[in-house]
Every structure is written in C-alpha cells, then in structure tokens.
C-alpha cells in the first residue's frame, strides 16, 4: 500500500536522506530509530508533504504522493495525519475545539473564523477524547493539561481527521516515562483498532521494539536496519547507532525500562 522508492532529500551538498527504499504491504505500526541527525524527521515531512523530495517517490495506494499539488496535496495531509514533540496545540483554546482543529480540511473559512462545528462533530471529538481516556478534560484550555494529557489531545486531533496513516515525531521525547508509556499504549490502540497505520520516530530501542511490529533504522540519512524487532539485535543496533564495543543498549533506553523494573520490584516486594 506504501511504497518508497530512492527518496532523496538534499540540504545543499547535504543529503538528509540518502536513497532510502522500502514498502509497507499492510497498515503495520512502524518505528524509525537512528540518532539525532539520522534523518528521521526529514523522512516523516516528506511523507505528510511539509518538506519537498529532491529525488525518487512515495507511492500510497497507487498515487504518487510526492507529486500532488494544491487541494490535492492538502487532501494527501487530511488522510496522513502527523503529531509532534511539541504537541502543536492551541493553549488558550479548549481540548475540544483543538480536536475540533483536525476537521478544518473540510469546513469553510467562514465556519472556521467563527468557531462553528456541527453537532455530529463535537459529538465525535468527545467519544474520542474518551477513548483516549481524557473526555473530562474537554472543557479545559489546552494549557492547562500535562504532557501527556496535551499529546493524547494531539492524538484525537489527529484521530478526528480519520486519516489512513498516523505519522509521529518523537511523540514521547517530552514526556515523563509514565506517560510515554500511556501515549504509547493509545498509538498502539488507535492503530490495532482502528487499522490505521502508524509510523512514529523514536529515539530509544526499547520503546520500538516494545510496541511496534517492524523497526526502520537510520544512520546519515541512510536506512540501515528493516525489520521485525525480534531481529534487532544488539549487534543491529550498534551498526544503526553507529557504536562501537562499548555499546550499551541501556544508553538509547527510555525510563519506560526503569519504570518496568520499579513495577516489578514493587510487585515482588
Ligand atoms: N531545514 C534544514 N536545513 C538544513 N539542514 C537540515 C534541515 N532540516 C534537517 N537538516 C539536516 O538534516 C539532517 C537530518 O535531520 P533530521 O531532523 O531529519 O534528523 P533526525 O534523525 O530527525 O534528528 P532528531 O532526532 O535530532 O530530530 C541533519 O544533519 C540536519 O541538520
């Protein structure tokens, strides 16, 4: 359904991305790991068309994604949906109409301008929100919610739009490892549920091979690593970081890890 062929995006003499290839035959939850620098986030913006290939395709379903234009590229960005570190929220705005934020695609300007949804669609926003376990919140400004709170906002923003693939950047890189774990747990259940594709950059290993079914890896804009997490060996990831001996996976590990072990001890104890 998804096919990437030769991408290649250039800064100056830089390639950001190198050639890089693969396909996507069903709606998988993917993660794509590498360091800083590797070229993830340029991967995923060129994908939801916010950065422009230099070279090769991305192919969805038959159409050639990186040559659409206009109302054609904006309806590509309404069905591959993308959540950030950041959460990109309106603070001042309530939880609701920034999930009401995901339908602007469709509606007027005029509707826009004055903040007019329809019935059916709040109803939407509210079940989705509870879904994701936080329909209560949904009178509060968007500022007034944790981290973890505002990123499954941003997540029912992006749920709103209905669209057939999830693209996240480090949806977890600000978050306490608690609720990465939550946020990780409603990207995996928007996915498993609902069919939609996920691919989400992440920094750590354990996090991709925790909850996804196939991890990409990168290293200098190249992808150096495709496959199931069972095949990400220490020996895999050492290449991918580009490590040497000394390589501890420990090092690109979130506290999801700790977490886990503090649960357990408490557990045993
Ligand atoms: N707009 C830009 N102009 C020039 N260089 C850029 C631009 N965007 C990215 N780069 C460069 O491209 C390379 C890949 O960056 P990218 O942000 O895709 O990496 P990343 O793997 O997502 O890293 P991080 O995890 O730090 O976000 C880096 O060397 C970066 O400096």
Partial sequence: MLTVTNLTKRFGSKAAVDNANFDVNEPAMIGIIGRSGA???T????????????????????ED?????????????????????????????????NVLHGTLNRRSTVATMFNLYPE????????????????????????????GQQQRVAIARAVMQDPQIILADEPIASLD??????????????HEEDG??????????????????????????????????????????????GA??????????????ALDRSAATAVNA
């Fill in 39 to 41: 070229g993830k986030s």
């Fill in 43 to 62: 991967m995923l913006r060129m994908m939801n068309r916010l950065a422009d290939a230099s070279e090769g395709s991305i192919v969805f379903e038959g």
């Fill in 65 to 97: 994604i990186t040559a659409l234009k206009g109302a054609a590229k904006r309806a590509w960005q309404s069905r591959c949906a993308m959540i950030f570190q950041q959460f990109n929220l309106v603070p001042r705005m309530d939880v609701v109409s």
């Fill in 120 to 147: 059916d669609d709040i109803h939407k926003a509210i079940e989705i929100l509870d879904r994701l376990g936080i329909a209560d919140q949904a009178p509060k400004r968007a500022e007034a919610l944790s981290g």
């Fill in 177 to 190: 490892p608690m609720n990465a774990q939550i946020v990780m747990e409603a990207l995996r259940r928007i």
């Fill in 196 to 241: 939609r594709m996920v691919i989400a950059n992440l920094h750590t290993l354990d996090t991709a091979r925790r909850y996804c079914d196939r991890v990409i890896g990168m290293r200098d804009g190249r992808i150096v690593f495709d496959g199931t997490p069972d095949q990400l060996t220490t020996g895999a990831a050492r290449d991918i970081y």
């Fill in 244 to 257: 040497g001996d000394d390589f501890s996976e420990a090092a690109t590990s979130t506290e999801i890890q």
